[in-house]
């Protein structure tokens, strides 16, 4: 005796009565009606801080900058922007963010402990930091409608930036960095300022002398 | 056989209804959306003019957030368009801010003829779009206001005119 499916079904709801096949096109077209509606949710996307992770390293004269990009997303190469800002009063090298610090010694070390230093106004005046142009690898093509063909990165990406520094150290400063990526799955990330703070001390054949 | 169908038939409703409730009530869900913030808000137009977000309550409003240098924002700004055109008679209002330069988004809404009203903004648009819950900051944003000023749904990513249709047209 053949089974019956589902299509061949009379289901009973209510009074009345309904075909296994109504009943199918019912469950498809609400699942459509899913797919076609989704209301997508903040969820769907990672955080930019979490999408485009930031580090940067004091090497000799140069910073360098590296973004390590999530999956599925990508950053722009023309809308990197880099400041410097110089740092005044009390500066806690234990509050610098995680990783590396140059060190007096031979030039990165890990963060350990609260050490307190403090830079005044005159300090800074003493000591003069500009960034030369950042040096980008090549990246990849992509295309879009609008703007036509851009240079993006995914995965990851490592600028190298020449520093300028003259007059006295020891000082502090503060690397600015801006960043614009978007989302294969759809959306475009506000301009993102990510920051690493640096203490120099004057060696690494560096201008500048200690005190 | 015919019961078992019926529990079938019972547990697929139950299962779509809930999905489609997730789905569809993202903001009133989160309770992350204070229309509030919104509408007491006030940015320039094109011409310098402030313009206040609470003006369009009593309409059907589509306030979405954009800038003239994310694609997929550009993307979907024809289907915005001509969803102001068919639906605009009937109550529905978009209203675009773009987080952008003046000049910028000047000459692209004259390039594309935008018929709805944008206004513009930089820092207090991104606190202004945080507020409305784009806490990540992504974009294109867009949050639809039933005629109480009431927020009803939020999206992240482009709309096409086949998505948004079904929220907005219960709402006129």
């Known amino acids: 005796m053949k089974r019956p499916s589902l299509t061949d079904l009379q289901v009973s709801v209510g009074r009345g009565r309904v075909s296994g096949k109504c009943l199918l096109a019912v469950c498809a077209w609400s699942l459509a009606l899913l797919m076609i509606v989704p209301a997508r949710g903040e969820e769907e996307f990672l955080d930019p801080q979490e999408a485009f992770r930031f580090s940067a390293l004091l090497t000799g004269a140069e910073l360098e900058v590296r973004y390590r990009i999530a999956d599925g997303y990508y950053m722009y190469r023309d809308r990197y922007r880099f400041t410097v800002q110089l740092q005044t009063g009390e500066h806690q090298i234990g509050?610098?963010?995680?990783?590396?610090?140059?060190?007096?010694?031979?030039?990165?070390?890990?963060?350990?402990?609260?050490?307190?230093?403090?830079?005044?106004?005159?300090?800074?005046?003493?000591?003069?930091?500009?960034?030369?142009?950042?040096?980008?690898?090549a990246g990849e093509w992509h295309e879009d409608e609008f703007f036509g063909r851009s240079e993006i990165y995914r995965h990851e990406v490592t600028i190298r930036i020449p520093l300028v520094i003259t007059g006295d150290m020891p000082g502090a400063f503060r690397l600015l960095a801006v960043s614009q990526g978007c989302a294969d799955g759809g959306i475009c990330y506000l301009p993102l300022t990510q920051s690493r703070d640096f203490r120099l001390l004057g060696r690494l054949g560096l201008p500048g002398r200690r005190p | 056989m015919r019961r078992s169908a019926r529990i079938l038939l019972f547990s697929v409703v139950v299962v779509l209804a809930t999905v489609a409730g997730f789905q569809l009530s993202g903001p009133d869900r989160k309770g992350q959306v204070d229309a509030g913030v919104l509408l007491a808000a006030t940015l320039p137009d094109l011409s310098g003019v402030h313009q206040s977000l609470g003006q369009w309550t009593g309409k059907v409003v589509v306030i979405n957030f954009w800038a003239t240098w994310c694609p997929p924002c550009l993307e979907e700004i024809p289907h915005l368009v001509r969803m102001q055109s068919r639906f605009g008679t009937q109550g529905l209002q978009f209203v675009g801010i773009a987080i952008d330069e003046?000049?910028?988004?000047?000459?692209?809404?004259?390039?594309?003829?935008?018929?709805?009203?944008?206004?513009?903004?930089?820092?207090?648009?991104?606190?202004?779009?945080?507020?409305?819950?784009?806490?990540?900051?992504?974009?294109p944003y867009t949050l639809v206001l039933d005629r109480s000023g009431r927020v009803v749904s939020q999206h992240y990513g482009g709309l096409t005119e086949d998505n948004l249709l079904p929220i907005v047209q219960k709402l006129l």
């Not at chain 1, 402990?113 to 500009?130: H, K, P, Y």
């Not at chain 2, 809404?109 to 648009?125: C, F, M, R, W």
């Open chain 1, 95 to 137: 509050e610098l963010q995680s990783g590396e610090f140059q060190t007096e010694g031979s030039g990165v070390a890990e963060s350990a402990g609260i050490e307190t230093e403090t830079f005044d106004a005159q300090s800074v005046e003493r000591l003069s930091i500009e960034l030369g142009p950042p040096m980008f690898p």
């Open chain 2, 102 to 139: 003046m000049e910028k988004v000047k000459r692209f809404v004259e390039e594309k003829g935008i018929n709805y009203p944008i206004v513009v903004g930089q820092l207090d648009a991104i606190e202004l779009s945080k507020a409305a819950g784009n806490e990540r900051g992504g974009l």
